[in-house]
């Protein structure tokens, strides 16, 4: 139980990095408020394919 605590616990970091990341490429090169236009699924999809955080924003802001 542990084990599986641990590894949700650094998934939702890993997550965090990747949406500070993310809000920052998104403002930076579109003009955009990740929080003013996107809720966390299709941004938690993307992460969790492994897509970078600059192509998420290419597909966010499309």
Sequence with gaps: M?????????TQE???VFKK???QVLIVSFD???DDY???EPI???YHQG???EF???VLAS
Aim: net charge positive.
């Design 32 to 34: 955009l408020n990740l």
């Design 14 to 16: 890993g997550f965090q």
């Design 51 to 53: 897509e970078s955080p």
């Design 38 to 40: 996107y809720d966390d």
């Design 2 to 10: 542990l084990k599986k605590s641990a590894s949700y616990s650094s």
């Design 21 to 23: 990341r993310l809000r």
């Design 56 to 58: 998420a924003a290419e």
């Design 44 to 46: 938690l999809r993307l």
